[in-house]
């Protein structure tokens, strides 16, 4: 099914998670048992799983010399879908971001996932990190996340880059990324909510936010989206906190900002970060449900144990 079908028929908010794949030559097994967990818990009607450039970088060669070595670090986001769809029964969603690939790269990856029976697929920029390769194909790359959502539903109409008669329409269900506190590149949350809309009249289903902390900032975004005629499910996604450090980490990464009230808690009690972030993860998603949220997308990665533990006290409540 898609996605945007699984919300249309939904009696109760939906829970859904997002993977890493394995890092290159790791084991998928780790994958699997991680999976084998949630599906036992949860049996969640989608699973995300995120996509990773090719990035460059310079070795040191025995003779001493520097060598330019170019790989993507966390390969196999295609195959882990379809692993997830025969395995498991449950629909994947892959990203697919415009950073370091040509459209022509985007539209092969588009026809694999067709031909594999999957139809869903989450567009996005995907940030620089300076290391991703530089394409020089003069501009045949999507420059925005708006790009790809179009080049997306083109070939939903049977219109592929090159002219082929008699061509197939695909039919791509399409999520987009959503920023309760804007995007750390937009000017302010009302410039950025436009470039929203702009990629829901492309063509883009529904809409996942970045990971957040404070409720009060999704509940006025969604607000602020509906008055801008944004009419898709808006689906808030949770991080939760288990480190310390992941105070410094997530605003430096994520761009976000975390809650005096939360800050201050793991400050004085350092050795109970985990415990704390589960806590204040239940209360989100508590709220967040008794709000109207249409689902929670927990940002699980490796570790899908505080989530559970999370779901394990909604649905005692």
Request: net charge negative.
């Amino acid at each position: 099914m898609k996605v945007i079908e699984h919300y249309d028929k939904a009696t109760e908010p939906l829970i859904s998670f997002e993977i890493i794949p394995p890092k290159r030559g790791g084991s998928v097994q780790s994958i699997f048992e991680s999976l084998d967990k949630v599906v036992e818990k949860v049996q969640p009607p989608f699973i995300d799983v995120t996509y990773h450039a090719a990035e460059a970088y310079v070795e040191e060669q025995a003779d001493g010399t520097l060598k330019r070595v170019i790989r993507r670090k966390r390969p196999g986001t295609i195959g882990l879908c379809a692993a997830i769809l025969h395995r498991y029964g449950i629909d994947p969603v892959p990203h697919l971001i415009c950073e370091g690939f040509t459209r022509e790269e985007s539209e092969d990856a588009l026809i694999e996932l067709n031909y594999l029976g999957i139809h869903n697929v989450l567009a996005i920029r995907g940030d620089n990190t300076g290391s991703q390769v530089s394409l020089n194909q003069n501009g045949t790359a999507n420059k925005y996340a708006i790009d790809l959502v179009r080049q997306i539903h083109r070939m939903n109409q049977g219109d592929y880059i090159e002219d082929i008669i008699n061509a197939e329409s695909t039919n791509f269900c399409v999520g987009v990324a959503g920023y309760p506190e804007k995007h750390f590149e937009a000017p302010n949350l009302d410039w950025d909510i436009k470039r929203l809309k702009d990629k829901v009249d492309a063509g883009a289903d529904y809409v996942v936010t970045q990971m957040f902390f404070d409720n009060s900032a999704y509940f006025s975004f969604v607000e602020k989206c509906r008055e801008n005629g944004i009419d898709v499910p808006i689906v808030p996604g949770l991080k939760i906190l288990t480190t310390n450090n992941h105070l410094k980490s997530l605003p430096k990464y994520f761009h976000l900002n975390i809650p005096d009230e939360l800050t201050a808690e793991v400050d004085a009690n350092p050795d109970k970060a985990k415990e704390i972030g589960i806590e204040w993860a239940r209360q989100q998603t508590l709220e967040l449900m008794e709000g109207g949220a249409p689902g929670i997308h927990f940002y699980i990665m490796g570790d899908p144990q505080p989530a559970l533990d999370v779901i394990d006290f909604v649905r005692k409540k």
